[in-house]
């Protein structure tokens, strides 16, 4: 029994490597493909199935690969681009991206460091499409929303085919200037908007001048209609009452030529008098 011992802690041990590497765990949050001999057999637990668990493969001639399942996160600092105005600037951006297709990724890129090195490569390349056709005012401020929309589909069309990734998202976190320029951008800003300050000024004196020209000539047609409706009631007047009509006037060229202090000579007996001759009786 004693000289069978060696011979069957051999066996157990062989029989214990036999099992270990007979089985293993997919865990929830990861997925695996099973190779044999480095050839693609299976996929386990990959996005839209839920197979987590123990299984078994071939021992020493099955291998297992898995990957994370998760959203991944892809960080790009500092990455320099020149806008469509020929503004350098220094773009930091970061990208979620899934593993959809286990077997395309390891074909493609093996471990999740070498796809996320190549899902880095393509981000560029579609963030440099996206930035390069549009200015840098868009890109600071206007556009940005709708640029990491377009930046996200061009990536994810060029991630799923390669890579077999889903990218979930694309967010420009910052944009700006390099320091050497920003002098010089920020005074061609400055002088951009005066000049749209000072050509909206003159709409705005230009745009004045009309109103107050129409103002003018609506005020001048009022009056003229004014003017004539006052005629109009002075000729029905004068017609329905002469003598009415005609003391209404000498009154208004009373008011009209004798101002306070204001001395005049006059016969007594002239026209322009008649009616204060007649107060008194004449």
Same mark, same amino acid.
């Given at each position: 029994?004693?000289?069978?011992?060696?011979?069957?802690?051999?066996?157990?041990?062989?029989?214990?490597?036999?099992?270990?590497?007979?089985?293993?765990?997919?865990?929830?949050?990861?997925?695996?493909?099973?190779?044999?001999?480095?050839?693609?057999?299976?996929?386990?637990?990959?996005?839209?199935?839920?197979?987590?668990?123990?299984?078994?493969?071939?021992?020493?001639?099955?291998?297992?690969?898995?990957?994370?399942?998760?959203?991944?996160?892809?960080?790009?600092?500092?990455?320099?681009?020149?806008?469509?105005?020929?503004?350098? /600037?220094?773009?930091?951006?970061?990208?979620?991206?899934?593993?959809?297709?286990?077997?395309?990724?390891?074909?493609?890129?093996?471990?999740?460091?070498?796809?996320?090195?190549?899902?880095?490569?393509?981000?560029?390349?579609?963030?440099?499409?996206?930035?390069?056709?549009?200015?840098?005012?868009?890109?600071?401020?206007?556009?940005?929303?709708?640029?990491?929309?377009?930046?996200?589909?061009?990536?994810?069309?060029?991630?799923?085919?390669?890579?077999?990734? $889903?990218?979930?998202?694309?967010?420009?976190?910052?944009?700006?200037?390099?320091?050497?320029?920003?002098?010089?951008?920020?005074?061609?800003?400055?002088?951009?908007?005066?000049?749209?300050?000072?050509?909206?000024?003159?709409?705005?004196?230009?745009?004045?001048?009309?109103?107050?020209?129409?103002?003018?000539?609506?005020?001048?047609? /009022?009056?003229?209609?004014?003017?004539?409706?006052?005629? $109009?009631?002075?000729?029905?007047?004068?017609?329905?009452?002469?003598?009415?009509?005609?003391?209404?006037?000498?009154?208004?060229?009373?008011?009209?030529?004798?101002?306070?202090?204001?001395?005049?000579?006059?016969?007594?007996?002239?026209?322009?008098?008649?009616?204060?001759?007649?107060?008194?009786?004449?």
């Amino acid at each position: 029994m004693t000289r069978n011992m060696p011979i069957l802690i051999g066996a157990a041990l062989l029989v214990l490597i036999v099992i270990l590497n007979s089985v293993f765990v997919v865990r929830q949050d990861h997925q695996a493909i099973v190779l044999r001999f480095g050839q693609y057999t299976r996929v386990i637990n990959a996005p839209g199935t839920d197979q987590p668990g123990l299984y078994f493969k071939l021992p020493f001639v099955e291998s297992v690969v898995q990957f994370d399942r998760r959203s991944l996160g892809l960080t790009l600092n500092a990455q320099d681009f020149v806008a469509s105005d020929q503004e350098r /600037l220094i773009v930091d951006a970061v990208v979620r991206w899934q593993i959809a297709e286990p077997r395309r990724f390891y074909q493609s890129a093996l471990t999740e460091q070498g796809g996320a090195q190549r899902l880095a490569t393509f981000a560029q390349s579609a963030i440099r499409r996206a930035l390069g056709s549009a200015t840098t005012n868009d890109i600071i401020s206007g556009r940005r929303a709708e640029l990491m929309q377009r930046i996200e589909s061009d990536l994810n069309a060029a991630a799923a085919t390669e890579l077999g990734v $889903r990218v979930l998202d694309v967010r420009i976190r910052q944009a700006d200037f390099p320091d050497e320029t920003l002098d010089r951008v920020y005074e061609r800003m400055r002088s951009e908007r005066q000049q749209v300050a000072g050509r909206i000024r003159a709409e705005g004196a230009r745009d004045a001048t009309i109103r107050l020209a129409e103002a003018r000539e609506e005020s001048e047609r /009022l009056r003229g209609q004014g003017e004539g409706e006052r005629a $109009r009631i002075f000729a029905r007047a004068y017609g329905r009452d002469p003598e009415f009509a005609a003391f209404y006037r000498s009154m208004r060229a009373y008011d009209t030529a004798l101002e306070a202090g204001t001395p005049i000579v006059v016969p007594p007996d002239s026209d322009f008098f008649r009616y204060m001759q007649r107060r008194r009786g004449g």
